[in-house]
């Protein structure tokens, strides 16, 4: 009989969480337009490339030419096309943004979850690892990396960027554990003798996920500003087209500075970056209400 009933609450309990987020992305519509504008970058990412061909051509009588109604963005000092260039380097952005966040997430999360869990000498193996982690300087390590790695593949960049940025992640779900694991209900999973791996994953987790997916969406921005940053440094090489490739030559061969014509070429890659990070912040707002029962209106 409690079978029954339990099946069959189920879907009566999706059905009234969809409708609860349906209400809270109605509440605001500027949230639907953070969704909206999430698809359209990972369909970029997706599918951009393949709208142009791998070679992009070029126009050899406009060489940094201005905006115009055939290039939106004007063009590059070699005559390709600056919209196109945006469209082709999402892919490497977001892909390796995609690598960081997931590798940050998994395992700050993971080890956040059993050191809170668990406290005692695990707890503490565990935060001092953390703290040995956050003290390490990531900007003269991938200086040392791109001696070995030319970080043409996007996910080289996202495997060094996850393993440098899951501590503060980690120090955060564990404090969310720790005040988690006095609740009611683990400590009648303690009673019933649950393994730790069942508590921490059937238990535990779910509570955190809303967290953990926030902090997804934070990391993939951050990822991405890492990354476009390094490459406008001059810090990676540059083995592939992405935004921190074009910023740099926007800004230190085309003159983007100086030269208006240009400026498109500096523009097209922030516009993007700055429309990325405007559609997270939607959507991590609306999740934070829809998770968050205080801010949940009525």
Known sequence: M?????????????????????????????????????????????????????????????????????????????????????????????LSALVTAVITVV????????????????????MRLTDMKLTIPGLPLLLVLSTVWKFGNPFQIGLVLGLLGWGGVARAV??????????????????????????????????MAPYIAMNTLIAVTGAVYAQVGLFFLGVLPYESNNWG?????????????????????LLAPLLAILLLTLGIVLVVDAMDEIFNPRLREE
């Open 2 to 94: 409690t079978t029954v009933i339990l099946e069959t609450s189920t879907p009566s309990l999706r059905r009234n969480f969809w409708r609860g987020v349906w209400r809270v992305m109605k509440r605001k519509p500027s949230r639907m337009v953070g969704v909206l504008i999430i698809l359209a970058f990972a369909f970029m990412g997706a599918f951009g490339p393949m709208l142009y061909p791998e070679l992009l051509p070029r126009d050899t009588a406009a060489l940094s030419a201005p905006p115009s109604w055939e290039h939106w963005f004007g063009t590059d000092p070699q005559g390709r096309d600056v919209t196109a260039l945006v469209v082709t380097g999402a892919r490497y952005v977001l």
């Open 174 to 207: 564990r404090a969310q554990t720790l005040s988690l694991r006095e609740r009611g209900f683990i400590e009648a999973a303690r009673g019933l003798g649950l393994s730790t791996t069942h508590i921490v994953g059937k238990e535990l987790l779910p509570s």
């Open 107 to 126: 395992l700050g999360a993971a080890i956040g979850l059993f050191s809170g869990f668990k406290r005692g000498r695990w707890d503490s193996v565990l």
């Open 245 to 265: 490739v074009m910023l740099n030559l926007a800004v230190f061969q085309a003159g983007a500075m100086t030269t208006p014509s240009a400026l498109g070429y």
